[in-house]
């Protein structure tokens, strides 16, 4: 199984190195086949047998049918100029981070 994940996963960085724009050393590539490989563990579990399974948590164990807010965000007003004053460099509006990579026009 190994190996097939492997060479799934390394088939794909290509592709998603240029998606994202970021390149993926090899530290990080065997991260990400050990978390898939660890992810597959799911496919030995009998749906059959989970016929009865409940959650073992729950944000609203003590009511199911009690709403559960999120906090109020708080706004605060923002002034556009100042913020574009940080930039080093815009592009129609948009902050331009220094990169190695090609443009995504170039892909």
């Known amino acids: ?3 097939n994940v492997r ?5 794909l ?4 190195e240029r998606l994202s724009l970021v390149r ?3 530290d990080a590539l065997e991260r ?3 978390c898939v490989e660890f992810s597959k563990q799911i496919d030995q579990i009998d749906p059959n047998k989970l016929i ?4 073992m948590i729950s ?3 003590e009511n199911d049918n009690k709403c559960v807010y999120m906090r109020d965000d708080l706004v605060e007003p923002t002034d556009r100029v100042e913020i574009v004053k940080n930039a080093q460099k815009l592009v129609e509006d948009y902050f331009v981070t ?3 990579h090609k443009h995504y026009s170039d892909l």
Do not use: D, F, G
């Open 59 to 61: 944000p609203s164990a």
């Open 1 to 3: 199984m190994s190996s």
């Open 32 to 34: 990400v086949i050990r």
């Open 52 to 55: 009865n399974a409940k959650p």
């Open 98 to 100: 220094p990169s190695k």
């Open 13 to 16: 960085v290509p592709l998603l």
């Open 7 to 11: 060479q799934s996963v390394t088939k």
């Open 24 to 26: 993926i050393n090899q």
